[in-house]
Protein backbone atom coordinates (compact mmCIF):
# COMPACT_ATOMS: atom_id res chain seq x y z
CA UNK A 1 0.00 0.00 0.00
CA UNK A 2 1.15 3.39 -1.12
CA UNK A 3 1.51 6.70 1.56
CA UNK A 4 -1.59 8.48 0.49
CA UNK A 5 -0.78 12.04 -0.70
CA UNK A 6 -1.66 14.85 2.00
CA UNK A 7 -4.91 15.98 1.04
CA UNK A 8 -4.94 20.54 0.25
CA UNK A 9 -8.54 20.91 1.74
CA UNK A 10 -7.39 19.37 4.89
CA UNK A 11 -5.79 21.84 7.05
CA UNK A 12 -5.23 20.10 10.13
CA UNK A 13 -3.71 16.94 7.88
CA UNK A 14 -1.67 19.51 5.89
CA UNK A 15 -0.10 20.98 8.47
CA UNK A 16 1.24 17.81 10.67
CA UNK A 17 4.74 17.21 10.76
CA UNK A 18 6.49 15.38 7.31
CA UNK A 19 7.28 11.68 8.35
CA UNK A 20 9.40 9.84 6.44
CA UNK A 21 9.53 5.90 7.06
CA UNK A 22 13.20 4.89 5.90
CA UNK A 23 14.34 0.87 5.14
CA UNK A 24 17.86 0.04 4.50
CA UNK A 25 18.37 -3.45 2.92
CA UNK A 26 19.82 -6.31 0.50
CA UNK A 27 18.40 -8.54 -1.27
CA UNK A 28 15.32 -8.64 0.80
CA UNK A 29 12.39 -9.10 -1.90
CA UNK A 30 10.62 -11.61 0.06
CA UNK A 31 10.31 -9.42 3.28
CA UNK A 32 10.02 -6.13 1.84
CA UNK A 33 6.22 -6.37 0.70
CA UNK A 34 4.92 -7.02 4.33
CA UNK A 35 7.22 -4.02 5.59
CA UNK A 36 6.47 -1.36 3.17
CA UNK A 37 2.64 -2.24 3.47
CA UNK A 38 3.09 -1.51 7.53
CA UNK A 39 4.12 1.68 6.95
CA UNK A 40 1.28 3.19 4.55
CA UNK A 41 1.22 6.05 7.45
CA UNK A 42 3.93 7.82 6.28
CA UNK A 43 4.30 10.69 4.33
CA UNK A 44 7.34 9.13 2.05
CA UNK A 45 8.59 5.50 2.03
CA UNK A 46 12.50 5.79 0.66
CA UNK A 47 14.17 2.52 0.44
CA UNK A 48 17.77 2.62 -0.21
CA UNK A 49 18.77 -0.60 -1.78
CA UNK A 50 22.49 -1.63 -1.22
CA UNK A 51 24.11 -3.78 -3.84
CA UNK A 52 20.40 -6.13 -4.40
CA UNK A 53 20.99 -7.77 -7.10
CA UNK A 54 17.17 -9.71 -6.38
CA UNK A 55 13.42 -7.95 -7.13
CA UNK A 56 13.63 -5.37 -4.54
CA UNK A 57 13.86 -2.36 -6.28
CA UNK A 58 10.04 -3.64 -7.94
CA UNK A 59 9.02 -4.39 -4.96
CA UNK A 60 9.69 -0.85 -3.39
CA UNK A 61 8.40 0.98 -6.70
CA UNK A 62 5.28 -1.29 -6.40
CA UNK A 63 4.49 0.35 -2.44
CA UNK A 64 5.27 3.40 -3.87
CA UNK A 65 8.37 4.15 -2.42
CA UNK A 66 11.21 6.02 -3.24
CA UNK A 67 14.27 3.65 -4.11
CA UNK A 68 17.76 4.42 -4.02
CA UNK A 69 20.28 1.68 -5.43
CA UNK A 70 24.18 2.32 -5.04
CA UNK A 71 26.98 0.05 -3.13
CA UNK A 72 27.96 1.05 0.59
CA UNK A 73 30.03 -1.07 1.77
CA UNK A 74 30.08 -0.10 5.72
CA UNK A 75 26.93 -0.29 7.24
CA UNK A 76 26.67 3.45 8.60
CA UNK A 77 27.88 5.03 5.74
CA UNK A 78 24.53 3.03 4.30
CA UNK A 79 22.25 4.41 6.84
CA UNK A 80 23.69 8.27 6.76
CA UNK A 81 23.02 7.61 3.26
CA UNK A 82 19.70 7.12 3.61
CA UNK A 83 18.43 9.48 6.04
CA UNK A 84 20.11 11.97 4.12
CA UNK A 85 17.99 10.97 1.26
CA UNK A 86 14.69 11.81 3.91
CA UNK A 87 12.75 14.55 3.64
CA UNK A 88 10.69 14.65 6.54
CA UNK A 89 10.80 16.30 9.61
CA UNK A 90 10.78 13.06 11.68
CA UNK A 91 12.29 9.60 10.37
CA UNK A 92 11.09 5.99 11.01
CA UNK A 93 13.85 3.99 10.38
CA UNK A 94 12.89 0.42 9.82
CA UNK A 95 14.54 -3.07 9.05
CA UNK A 96 13.10 -5.36 6.25
CA UNK A 97 12.00 -7.60 8.70
CA UNK A 98 10.61 -5.54 10.90
CA UNK A 99 6.31 -4.30 10.47
CA UNK A 100 4.91 -1.22 12.33
CA UNK A 101 1.39 -2.09 14.27
CA UNK A 102 -1.47 0.72 13.49
CA UNK A 103 -1.40 0.88 17.59
CA UNK A 104 2.25 1.96 16.94
CA UNK A 105 1.30 3.67 13.97
CA UNK A 106 -1.29 5.81 15.41
CA UNK A 107 1.34 6.96 18.69
CA UNK A 108 4.02 7.70 16.33
CA UNK A 109 1.96 10.27 14.46
CA UNK A 110 0.92 11.90 18.08
CA UNK A 111 4.24 11.80 18.83
CA UNK A 112 5.70 13.91 16.40
CA UNK A 113 2.57 16.31 16.73
CA UNK A 114 3.71 17.15 19.97
CA UNK A 115 7.25 17.34 19.71
CA UNK A 116 9.91 19.18 17.71
CA UNK A 117 12.98 17.63 19.10
CA UNK A 118 14.78 14.67 20.31
CA UNK A 119 14.24 10.88 19.59
CA UNK A 120 12.09 8.23 20.76
CA UNK A 121 13.32 4.81 21.24
CA UNK A 122 10.42 2.26 20.00
CA UNK A 123 10.08 -1.20 21.67
CA UNK A 124 10.95 -4.51 19.72
CA UNK A 125 8.66 -7.58 19.85
CA UNK A 126 11.21 -9.86 18.92
CA UNK A 127 10.28 -13.09 16.79
CA UNK A 128 11.66 -16.53 16.10
CA UNK A 129 10.06 -18.13 13.03
CA UNK A 130 6.16 -17.47 14.00
CA UNK A 131 7.01 -17.62 17.75
CA UNK A 132 7.32 -14.51 20.02
CA UNK A 133 10.75 -14.58 22.20
CA UNK A 134 10.16 -11.96 25.04
CA UNK A 135 13.68 -12.87 26.98
CA UNK A 136 17.56 -13.29 26.12
CA UNK A 137 17.67 -10.82 23.45
CA UNK A 138 21.02 -8.21 23.30
CA UNK A 139 23.89 -7.98 21.50
CA UNK A 140 24.21 -8.69 18.00
CA UNK A 141 20.61 -10.98 17.49
CA UNK A 142 18.15 -8.69 19.16
CA UNK A 143 17.36 -5.18 21.11
CA UNK A 144 14.58 -4.95 23.77
CA UNK A 145 14.57 -1.04 22.07
CA UNK A 146 16.30 1.12 19.80
CA UNK A 147 15.97 4.75 18.79
CA UNK A 148 14.01 4.21 15.24
CA UNK A 149 12.13 7.37 15.13
CA UNK A 150 14.05 10.45 15.38
CA UNK A 151 14.07 14.03 14.06
CA UNK A 152 15.74 14.65 11.02
CA UNK A 153 19.72 15.43 11.90
CA UNK A 154 19.25 13.95 15.37
CA UNK A 155 20.96 10.86 14.36
CA UNK A 156 24.00 9.88 13.00
CA UNK A 157 25.93 6.27 12.32
CA UNK A 158 29.71 5.82 13.13
CA UNK A 159 32.30 3.80 11.29
CA UNK A 160 32.02 -0.06 11.45
CA UNK A 161 30.63 -3.11 9.18
CA UNK A 162 28.48 -4.35 12.02
CA UNK A 163 26.15 -2.28 14.89
CA UNK A 164 28.14 0.77 14.69
CA UNK A 165 28.02 3.60 17.47
CA UNK A 166 25.14 5.75 16.94
CA UNK A 167 25.07 9.79 17.91
CA UNK A 168 21.69 10.86 19.18
CA UNK A 169 20.73 15.15 19.45
CA UNK A 170 17.77 16.26 21.49
CA UNK A 171 15.80 14.91 24.49
CA UNK A 172 15.17 10.99 24.95
CA UNK A 173 11.34 9.57 25.05
CA UNK A 174 10.01 6.17 24.79
CA UNK A 175 6.72 4.88 23.37
CA UNK A 176 4.87 2.20 24.04
CA UNK A 177 3.60 0.48 21.37
CA UNK A 178 6.04 -2.40 19.98
CA UNK A 179 7.42 -2.72 16.51
CA UNK A 180 7.16 -6.44 15.46
CA UNK A 181 10.53 -7.92 14.80
CA UNK A 182 11.22 -11.30 12.81
CA UNK A 183 14.55 -11.54 13.55
CA UNK A 184 15.19 -15.16 12.38
CA UNK A 185 13.32 -17.52 10.19
CA UNK A 186 14.02 -20.71 11.92
CA UNK A 187 17.59 -22.25 13.90
CA UNK A 188 19.75 -22.18 10.63
CA UNK A 189 18.97 -18.52 10.29
CA UNK A 190 20.12 -17.79 13.74
CA UNK A 191 23.41 -19.82 12.72
CA UNK A 192 23.92 -18.20 9.23
CA UNK A 193 23.67 -14.82 11.41
CA UNK A 194 25.98 -15.64 14.09
CA UNK A 195 28.69 -16.88 10.87
CA UNK A 196 27.71 -13.34 9.23
CA UNK A 197 27.75 -10.97 11.62
CA UNK A 198 31.36 -12.28 13.36
CA UNK A 199 32.67 -12.33 9.60
CA UNK A 200 32.18 -8.75 9.83
CA UNK A 201 33.06 -7.88 13.38
CA UNK A 202 36.27 -9.93 12.73
CA UNK A 203 37.08 -7.62 9.77
CA UNK A 204 36.12 -4.21 11.78
CA UNK A 205 38.77 -5.73 14.59
CA UNK A 206 41.52 -6.20 12.24
CA UNK A 207 41.13 -2.86 10.48
CA UNK A 208 41.22 -0.94 13.86
CA UNK A 209 43.71 -2.97 15.59
CA UNK A 210 41.48 -3.70 17.61
CA UNK A 211 41.42 -7.86 18.01
CA UNK A 212 40.70 -8.88 21.21
CA UNK A 213 43.22 -11.29 23.21
CA UNK A 214 42.16 -14.96 23.72
CA UNK A 215 41.58 -14.74 27.42
CA UNK A 216 39.41 -11.59 27.30
CA UNK A 217 37.63 -13.26 24.37
CA UNK A 218 37.02 -16.39 27.06
CA UNK A 219 35.91 -13.67 30.02
CA UNK A 220 33.17 -12.24 27.15
CA UNK A 221 32.27 -15.80 26.70
CA UNK A 222 30.83 -15.82 29.75
CA UNK A 223 29.76 -12.97 31.14
CA UNK A 224 27.57 -12.66 27.24
CA UNK A 225 25.63 -15.80 28.01
CA UNK A 226 25.26 -15.09 31.75
CA UNK A 227 23.85 -11.67 31.05
CA UNK A 228 21.69 -12.82 28.25
CA UNK A 229 19.89 -16.25 30.37
CA UNK A 230 20.06 -14.89 33.89
CA UNK A 231 20.56 -10.88 33.49
CA UNK A 232 17.90 -10.96 30.75
CA UNK A 233 15.86 -13.82 31.74
CA UNK A 234 16.32 -16.24 28.74
CA UNK A 235 16.00 -19.22 30.82
CA UNK A 236 12.06 -18.05 30.72
CA UNK A 237 11.97 -19.00 26.88
CA UNK A 238 13.13 -22.67 27.21
CA UNK A 239 15.42 -23.92 24.71
CA UNK A 240 15.03 -21.04 22.74
CA UNK A 241 16.87 -18.94 26.01
CA UNK A 242 19.62 -21.96 26.07
CA UNK A 243 20.05 -21.01 22.24
CA UNK A 244 20.32 -17.19 22.51
CA UNK A 245 22.23 -17.42 25.18
CA UNK A 246 24.66 -20.17 23.65
CA UNK A 247 24.39 -17.99 20.27
CA UNK A 248 25.20 -14.40 22.19
CA UNK A 249 28.80 -16.28 24.31
CA UNK A 250 29.92 -17.80 20.70
CA UNK A 251 30.06 -14.72 19.46
CA UNK A 252 33.42 -12.90 20.77
CA UNK A 253 34.66 -16.26 20.75
CA UNK A 254 34.15 -16.52 17.05
CA UNK A 255 35.26 -13.07 16.23
CA UNK A 256 39.07 -13.75 18.20
CA UNK A 257 39.14 -17.29 15.66
CA UNK A 258 38.50 -15.39 12.66
CA UNK A 259 40.63 -12.45 13.33
CA UNK A 260 43.25 -14.09 14.34
CA UNK A 261 43.42 -16.83 11.34
CA UNK A 262 42.41 -14.40 8.74
CA UNK A 263 39.00 -16.84 7.82
CA UNK A 264 36.39 -14.33 7.15
CA UNK A 265 34.38 -12.54 4.46
CA UNK A 266 33.83 -9.29 4.95
CA UNK A 267 31.92 -8.67 1.90
CA UNK A 268 29.24 -10.62 3.57
CA UNK A 269 27.29 -7.09 4.09
Not at 131 to 140: C, K, P
Amino acid sequence: MAPQPVPSSDAATANRPLLSALVVARNEEARLGPCLESLGFADEIVVLLDRSTDGSAAVAQCHGARVIEGAWEIEGERRNAGIAACRGEWILEVDADERATPALAAEIRAAIAAHDSGYFLVPMANHIGGRLVRHGWGAYNGVARKPALFRAGGKHWGAGRVHPKIELVGPRRELAAAMQHFVYRDVSDMLRRLDRYTDLAAADALERNAVPSLARSLRRVLSRAWKSYVARRGYREGAWGVALAMLSGLYPLLIYLKATTGRYDAARE
